[in-house]
């Protein structure tokens, strides 16, 4: 039996009086501007062929059909020509694309907030931040933590409870200690947050937060923990591809 998540922590409003402007838009982003140097590609993973197809096609196919979704931005490297050259015609209405990418996860997605308010976005609007690289996610998956979370006081994220022993390494390569896994859950994206409060957690957190929720953790906050999908894997290491795309081609030749 898994724990239960834990509950959301209060947090203040950024209206004034206390109550949120309704409805509340929905934003879903995606930081695009990795090396993907771990995934041994031969350059930026999410252009890397899969399926037929580049990866990063597969999670936008899955990403456009999450319905109620008001924009959804796509937030390049500058400088960054594969994406019109693989996918060309793919920015229309409701689908965007920002060339302000920076050196790490969290200033890409400062900068692909900034780009949101640029545009229109509103503080209090809700921002769905997911990793390219979960080419397999499913909009059902989405739309789970949409309702879980769109009532919430500080959003939240699609996670799973670990299964597995968990083993610290220590010098060698040996087992240093057995950890405790209760209670501990592997999280995923999408990772959803009011778009004023994430940018000011990741203003105050730095570069090195390593996801959205980390830095709301810091502003003493407790996102909420709503179970994700074994398959909603992130595609890093080179094995990962061959997995990632059996799991595409069983999807596609149906039942």
């Known amino acids: ?133 979960r080419c397999l996610v499913e909009p059902a998956w989405v739309q789970r933590l949409i309702e879980a979370c769109r009532e919430d006081p500080v959003g939240g994220l699609l996670a799973l409870p670990l299964a597995d022993t968990l083993k610290a390494a220590g010098p060698e390569g040996r087992v240093e200690q057995t950890l405790d896994r209760r209670g501990k859950w592997a999280a995923q994206t999408p990772q959803m947050f009011r778009l004023g409060l994430l940018a000011r957690a990741l203003d105050a957190a730095g570069p090195g937060v390593t996801d959205e929720a980390s830095a709301i953790e810091a502003l003493g906050l407790r996102p909420r923990l709503v179970p994700g999908h074994l398959l909603n894997l992130k595609v890093t290491w080179p094995e990962d591809f061959a997995t990632a795309e059996a799991l595409l081609r069983l999807r596609a030749a149906g039942p």
Do not use: I
Not at 17 to 33: D, I
Not at 84 to 100: C, F, I, K, Q
Not at 122 to 131: K, S, T
């Open 1 to 133: 039996m898994t724990s239960a998540p834990p509950a959301a922590s209060p947090v203040p409003s950024l209206t004034s009086g206390g109550a949120h402007p309704a409805p509340a838009r929905l934003h879903l982003l995606l930081p695009c501007a990795g090396l993907g140097e771990r995934a041994a590609a031969g350059g930026p993973k999410q252009y890397a062929p899969l399926a037929g197809r580049p990866l990063v096609a597969h999670t936008l196919d899955a990403l456009g059909r999450v319905p109620g979704v008001d924009r959804l931005l796509l937030v390049l490297a500058p400088g960054d020509r594969r994406f019109a050259e693989l996918l060309p015609g793919w920015a229309g209405p409701g689908r965007e694309t920002a060339a302000v990418g920076g050196a790490s996860r969290a200033e890409t997605v400062r900068q692909g907030l900034q780009a949101l308010r640029t545009a229109g976005a509103a503080e209090e609007d809700w921002v769905l931040v997911h990793d390219a690289a």
